[in-house]
């Protein structure tokens, strides 16, 4: 079984447009983040919530916003989508908030913005 | 505020030669550190952290690294590379006090040849 799964894998969409990521995650972790990857392979955390709670938000535009159903999902939607939000989204998790901990990484979602 | 440089953008190696690749940081208070590997079309996986005690970590798939706190590096080392390790590696910094964000270098592709 995926530990974090995150769907879907690619996706092709017009400027304007909206669109989610959903993200899961069966380790039973209580902390889940999405960060996101440029062309140039930059990695740099976007949000991150603790059992629910958002507890970090980066200077991320208000188009990106993310959801928590539960403690095991982190999906992100992003409205009016722009050509510059074309990237990879890696949603992660791990035991708690703290820092000493290891950072379990889904797979990506590549996003392509025309 | 936390930085992390990787020298390399690229270091290109034969299999079974030894390689190093190097991740120099900076930050006013003392750190956390984590090298992930990112394999093709895939999240990322850690190979190993630092966080207090022994400076020569040790981590998965015959990696070390060794924490140099004088010269704020975290140099990554394995004595002999297959082509399996063909990846993208990434140093990465967290602060040991509030919640885990993590400061990513931009990193270092090891392409392997035989």
């Known amino acids: 079984d995926t530990a974090v799964s995150q769907t879907p894998k690619y996706l092709v969409t017009q400027m304007g447009n909206d669109k989610s990521i959903k993200c899961e995650q069966n380790?039973?972790?209580?902390?889940m983040y999405w960060y996101k990857q440029d062309s140039k392979k930059f990695l740099k955390i976007m949000f991150s919530?603790?059992?629910?709670?958002?507890?970090i938000n980066e200077t991320v535009p208000n188009r990106f916003s993310p959801k928590s159903p539960d403690k095991a999902h982190l999906n992100l939607h992003i409205n009016s989508l722009e050509l510059g939000d074309s990237a990879v989204y890696f949603c992660?998790?791990?035991?708690?908030?703290?820092?000493?901990?290891?950072?379990?990484f889904g797979e990506g979602s590549w996003l392509t913005v025309v | 505020a936390q930085s992390v440089t990787q020298l390399d953008s690229q270091v290109p190696v034969f299999e079974e030669a030894p390689v190093e690749l190097r991740c120099n940081y900076s930050?006013?208070?003392?750190?956390?550190l984590f090298w992930y590997v990112q394999y093709p079309n895939q999240g990322l996986q850690l190979l190993l952290k630092?966080?207090?005690?022994?400076?020569l970590v040790k981590g998965i798939n015959g990696f070390e690294a060794e924490f140099n706190k004088s010269q704020t590096s975290f140099h990554l080392r394995k004595p002999s590379v297959h082509i399996s390790d063909t990846a993208e590696y990434f140093c990465?910094?967290?602060?040991?006090?509030?919640?885990?964000?993590?400061?990513f270098g931009k990193g270092t592709m090891l392409l392997v040849s035989p």
């Open positions: 380790l039973g972790h209580d902390t």
């Open positions: 930050s006013s208070v003392s750190v956390y």
């Open positions: 630092y966080l207090s005690g022994s400076t």
């Open positions: 990465a910094v967290s602060s040991p006090s509030g919640y885990s964000t993590l400061t």
């Open positions: 992660a998790s791990s035991q708690d908030a703290g820092p000493r901990n290891t950072i379990y």
């Open positions: 919530y603790n059992n629910k709670e958002l507890i």
